[in-house]
């Protein structure tokens, strides 16, 4: 059971937009920055998002992010098949002294 | 281009030991904090332990407190995790991880990762 909550998965059709959440609490999201990753199948994770909303160089716009209190939220429009991954959402846990992720979301392209 | 390249994982009996390495290249080493996170098959990540740019901060998950290493040699720009009385729940593929410049904990860089399997 993972300290940050993220649905198991989510579905939307090329080309139209999906977004993640990601749950938590004020020792973790309500007080820390939140970041971002995207897993292909069979990859090592890749930074998305990172800050609540900043992105990497190299990261398509097609990607942001935001926070809202003890939640945060990844959204991906113009979707494409080749977004088809898993998801996770990251932060530090100032109780936990500790980096946390949530359990993943598995996002399918129709 | 930053580069992580780790190596060092294999098949260890439970009560084992494996050391896991981490080359890093692309980057001043010295200039950054590593860290090891985990996954297991078919499941979620999981932080395994962080390290300072200097080595002298040293803070590890509890679930492997007491049995895991971390330490780093700037001569060889390398990292490295011991790991000590392996148990089945440490089946993993094990990832270094740069730590970003930002301030805030998230990761910018990983390696493909190195696969540690427990079993007798």
């Known amino acids: 059971q993972s300290v940050l909550t993220q649905p198991p998965s989510v579905s939307a059709a090329p080309g139209q937009k999906v977004t993640i959440s990601c749950s938590g609490s004020s020792s973790n999201i309500g007080s820390n920055y939140v970041s971002w990753y995207q897993q292909l199948p069979g990859t090592a994770p890749k930074l998305l998002v990172y800050d609540n909303s900043r992105r990497p160089s190299g990261i398509p716009d097609r990607f942001s992010g935001s926070k809202s209190g003890t939640s945060a939220t990844l959204g991906i429009t113009g979707l494409q098949t080749g977004d088809e991954a898993d998801y996770y959402c990251g932060t530090w846990d100032s109780s936990l002294s500790a980096v946390i992720f949530g359990g993943g979301t598995k996002l399918t392209v129709l | 281009e930053v580069q992580l390249v780790e190596s060092g994982g294999g098949l260890a009996q439970p009560g084992g030991s494996l050391r896991l390495s981490c080359a890093a290249s692309g980057f001043t080493f010295s200039n950054y904090e590593m860290n090891w996170v985990r996954q297991a098959p078919g499941k979620g990540l999981e932080w395994v332990s962080y390290?300072?740019?200097?080595?002298?901060?040293?803070y590890y998950a509890d679930s492997v407190k007491g049995r895991f290493t971390v330490s780093r040699d700037k001569a060889k720009n390398s990292l490295y995790l011991q790991v000590n009385s392996l148990r089945a729940e440490d089946t993993a593929v094990y990832f270094c991880?740069?730590?970003?410049?930002?301030?805030?904990?998230?990761?910018?860089?990983w390696g493909q990762g190195t696969l540690v399997t427990v079993s007798s």
């Open positions: 991880a740069r730590l970003g410049v930002s301030g805030s904990y998230y990761f910018d860089s």
């Open positions: 390290i300072s740019s200097s080595g002298t901060s040293i």
